[in-house]
């Protein structure tokens, strides 16, 4: 019975993108499916670097006048939670003034 529902699941399946050829979309299924765990992985935690690493850029580009620092925790902020950005300000500059 799995077999069965799997096999009108992959085959019966519904486009899950307005930009991609049903074929094209069923292939990359596919490749996704045939993949090792570790490659899956490994695809997951490059999107997620990229995607830190824009959203990092484009709050620079945003907050030209900000410091390396306040962009930090601006990311951390907007990321994160407030809260923590609070706390971990208030870290940084409790280590800064001991180390004065």
Do not use: P, W
Request: charged letters at 25%; proline letters at 0%.
């Amino acid at each position: 019975m799995k077999l069965i529902n799997n096999f009108f699941s992959f085959y019966c399946m519904k486009t899950q993108s307005v930009d991609t050829y049903q074929k094209a979309e069923e292939v990359q299924i596919s490749l996704l499916r045939k993949a090792s765990t570790s490659n899956k992985f490994s695809q997951v935690r490059s999107l997620s670097q990229i995607t830190l690493q824009l959203s990092r850029r484009a709050i620079t580009r945003a907050n030209e006048d900000l410091s390396e620092r306040q962009i930090d925790l601006l990311f951390i902020s907007l990321h994160y939670g407030k809260e923590l950005s609070n706390n971990l300000d208030k870290y940084l500059n409790s280590v800064a003034h001991e180390s004065s």
